[in-house]
């Protein structure tokens, strides 16, 4: 199964990566992947990664290491 949890990326590109709004938008994510993890047997894995980074003021599509840098998790 594949997720898109878009509420991060919009919140960025809106209010810019450190104002409260995206805070409370990965506080979200979290609490989403907590109700995934907790239903999840000892055979499933989950993987989880952002499709790329985001500069200062809430952009991407570049090259620069901001832009170019993510997340990866595995569980």
Not at 7 to 35: C, M, Y
């Amino acid at each position: 199964m594949i997720g898109h949890i878009i509420g991060i990326d919009s919140a960025g590109h809106t209010v810019g990566p450190f104002h409260k709004e995206l805070e409370r938008k990965i506080k979200d994510t979290n609490r989403i992947l907590e109700q995934i993890i907790e239903k999840m047997d000892k055979h499933t894995t989950l993987i989880v990664f952002g499709d790329h980074g985001m500069t200062n003021n809430g952009d991407h599509g570049g090259s620069s290491e901001l832009e170019l840098r993510t997340i990866f998790f595995a569980y």
